[in-house]
């Protein structure tokens, strides 16, 4: 079954601990992105990576780091984690240019 | 200035009548994409629909369609026969072709469908 696997499904951490949330797609996707989702203020987007080794920014990056090794993995790193970072996290990936974006079920974060 | 703008915060429709939700955007790019995805309860981001700018017809997908009006920028979406399940939050999106590499998202509407 082609998806998007994101674990953890939940989290809870405290400030400063690093944590990292995991990102895998079986599709072959190039295209993989991570966003956030706070009340209010829609997804918006972390980072994109266009293919191994090729990551960029997207609108709100500042706290959050990406890698990507292997194609099938985008993991999301948030080295020294604080309470405005606490949000429901979404991994994505996408074929074709114009295809849609395929969405991982979500990792909800607290950060105390 | 919102690359996508939706107005709805909620919206309350009666099962089995239909429902618009709107969504304006902001692009000067002549080749994008439209999207509307549904977020029920449990979380999940599910694809509804898709319309490419070029596409001359307005797209349709079983009781979703997209009213999709090029010159005044607005890409609503049309849920006809709502039904229960229909209750969700729901999120325009764009991507413009130039990059492709950013989607752009509003910021929701909650639909709620009464019995």
């Known amino acids: 079954e082609a998806q998007v696997t994101q674990n953890p499904r939940y989290l809870i951490t405290v400030t400063g601990k690093k944590l990292t949330v995991t990102c895998s797609q079986n599709?072959?996707?190039?295209?993989m992105s991570w966003y956030r989702q706070d009340p209010g203020l829609g997804l918006r987007q972390i980072y994109y990576s266009m293919n191994v080794e090729v990551t960029d920014k997207g609108d709100v990056p500042e706290g959050y780091k990406v890698s990507r090794k292997e194609k099938r993995n985008f993991p999301l790193i948030l080295e020294s984690p604080s309470p405005n970072q606490t949000s429901l996290y979404f991994c994505?990936?996408?074929?074709?240019?114009?295809?849609?974006?395929?969405f991982g079920s979500g990792t909800q974060l607290s950060v105390l | 200035a919102q690359k996508i703008t939706q107005t709805q915060p909620g919206m309350f429709v009666q099962e089995k009548e239909a429902v618009t939700l709107d969504c304006t955007y902001d692009t000067s790019d002549q080749s994008y994409g439209l999207f509307w995805y549904k977020q029920p309860s449990s979380g999940e981001m599910i694809f509804l629909i898709y319309q490419g700018s070029y596409d001359e017809q307005n797209a349709t997908e079983g009781r979703y369609s997209l009213n999709f009006q090029k010159a005044r920028k607005s890409a609503n979406l049309v849920i006809s026969a709502s039904q229960l399940g229909d209750s969700a939050m729901y999120f325009c999106a764009m991507r413009e072709d130039n990059t492709g590499n950013q989607f752009y998202f509003g910021t929701g509407t909650s639909l709620t469908v009464i019995p």
């Open positions: 599709m072959n996707h190039e295209y």
């Open positions: 994505a990936s996408r074929g074709h240019v114009r295809e849609k974006l395929f």
